[in-house]
């Protein structure tokens, strides 16, 4: 019988903070997280346009390769390596800055370093492991799971609210609210994986848990 819980090709863990957290930077968590969050919006903020094509292609490449990377699947099935590693760092920079913003962690996201935010994609053979047309569907197939993780996003916020609360008097995460706004997390990094970075055909499953 399969294994129901074998794990899927996109991870993600974040260290539960197993000490008293600073009740300053939690306060004021909303305004020292906007120096960060502005460099994050730099690297995958809205498109520039100036005279030169060339240069305008250039501008582009903010944000993840997504279009890109389903129309070299569909035509070439093949997925450069180099726009897999700029996804992948992409994310794993973007997890840390929401990690901060979350209240989950209490050093300032680093725009390189792994710090406590562990995540794992592996690269895909495309010709062997993708089928060159469903990233024409992959979109449309994942609408259950954006309804759902709209609904648990909402859970999120009100969760972060809760803690954000505890952390000023306890100075401590509540546990349960910590697994579930990673559970939240690592949803939509699978999500994320299946229909926007294109790394696996193997659909989503509906759990938080790893």
Known sequence: MPNTLEAYPATLDIDYPDHDLNRLTTFFRPIVVIPIAFLLALVSGPTLHVDSPDRAIALESGGLVAAATALMLLFRQ???????DWNLGLVRFSTRVYAYLALLRDEYPSTDDEQAVHIDIPYPDAPRELNRWLPLVKWFLAIPHFVVLGLLAVG?????????L???????????VFD?????FRWWLRVA???LLLT??????FRLSP
């Open 78 to 84: 093949k997925y450069p390596r180099w726009w897999f």
């Open 156 to 164: 999120a916020c009100v969760g972060v609210i809760v803690a954000w």
């Open 166 to 176: 505890v952390i000023l008097f306890t100075a401590r995460y509540p546990r349960p």
């Open 180 to 184: 579930f706004v990673v559970g939240v």
């Open 193 to 195: 994986a299946y229909a």
């Open 200 to 205: 696996t055909d193997r659909y989503p499953p």
